[in-house]
């Protein structure tokens, strides 16, 4: 782990402080952060960022939301519950190069499954390119990915809401709350805890997002799809821009430990590791 993780991730952050193209040997005896630099004055690398945190915080609401839906729902003692479980959680087991061969089927905009629905039902004028619109792209692909996650959001939500005892639930229905507000006021502040784990698991899969947009759209999915991965790619392998593509990486690193290390720590301090 230590040489092959750790010392892989030091010699990025070498590399990224010089000037290597990838040809021949690095020179390590002048370090600067030119890289870096060309970074925050590259437009590209700009609108990837900016994709990037849409992505992750768009994906990560929409996952939670589904998934606390679907948890309630399947909360309340429903017939064949082993078999929903199993059907919403199923996606979570596929990996983003079959994802994303999947929803470029349904996606097509001439033989794809959601133009033909939509034109079945008479809104054929609804139907979009989905994939080749600028508009949409990026939409689309969380869509794809909150489908993928929410299963797994579902599965953390039902083991936290079956943790609640039920004389919350009975104190509520005594006062006199509804269904929405019982939930709203009195069981979704208790699940706090499972929001937070889900929400740093989404985040860090947002991140490793490369695979799923590569598999859809290549190494140039244009800036309206455009992320931190498929740009520290392209710079490294497709333009032989090493060091650059370092660069990028280690941004890409800061912003998973931005994530994990809070998370870790709070835990920590809650005696919880």
């Known amino acids: 782990m230590g040489w092959f993780v750790y010392g892989a991730i030091g010699w ?3 590399i990224s402080l010089t000037d290597w193209s990838g040809l021949g040997q690095p020179l390590y005896d002048s370090f600067d952060l030119g890289m870096y630099r060309d970074l925050l004055s590259d437009p590209s690398f700009k609108v990837a960022a900016r994709n990037q945190v849409v992505l992750m915080i768009s994906f990560t609401v929409a996952a939670l939301g589904l998934g606390l839906l679907l948890a309630i729902m399947i909360d309340q003692n429903i017939r064949f519950e082993n078999t929903f479980r199993t059907v919403y959680l199923l996606p979570m087991a596929l990996s983003f ?6 929803w470029s089927w349904l996606y097509n905009a001439d033989i794809g499954l959601i133009n033909q629905a939509l034109e079945t039902v008479g809104l ?3 139907a979009l390119d989905w994939l080749g619109n ?4 990026l939409a689309a692909i969380i869509v794809a990915l909150t489908w993928q996650f929410s299963g797994y959001c579902m599965i953390v939500y039902l083991a936290a809401l079956r943790a609640i005892p039920n004389e919350h639930y ?3 229905k005594v006062d006199g709350a509804s269904t929405f507000r019982m939930y709203w006021r009195v ?4 699940l706090r805890s499972a929001t937070t784990s889900a929400t740093v698991v989404l985040m860090v899969f947002a991140l490793k997002a490369f695979d799923f947009i590569f598999v859809m759209f290549g190494d140039t999915p244009g800036p309206s799809a455009d992320i931190l991965s498929v740009m520290m790619f392209r710079e490294a392998f497709s333009r032989s821009n090493w060091a650059y593509g370092s660069a990028v990486a280690t941004v890409l690193f800061l912003l998973a430990l931005a994530i994990v290390v809070p998370y870790l720590y709070t835990q920590h301090k809650r005696g919880d590791l």
């Open 12 to 14: 990025n952050v070498v």
């Open 97 to 102: 190069v079959v994802t994303a061969i999947f």
């Open 124 to 126: 054929g004028a609804v």
């Open 134 to 137: 600028p508009r949409t792209k």
């Open 170 to 172: 009975e104190a509520a």
């Open 187 to 190: 069981i979704v502040p208790q």
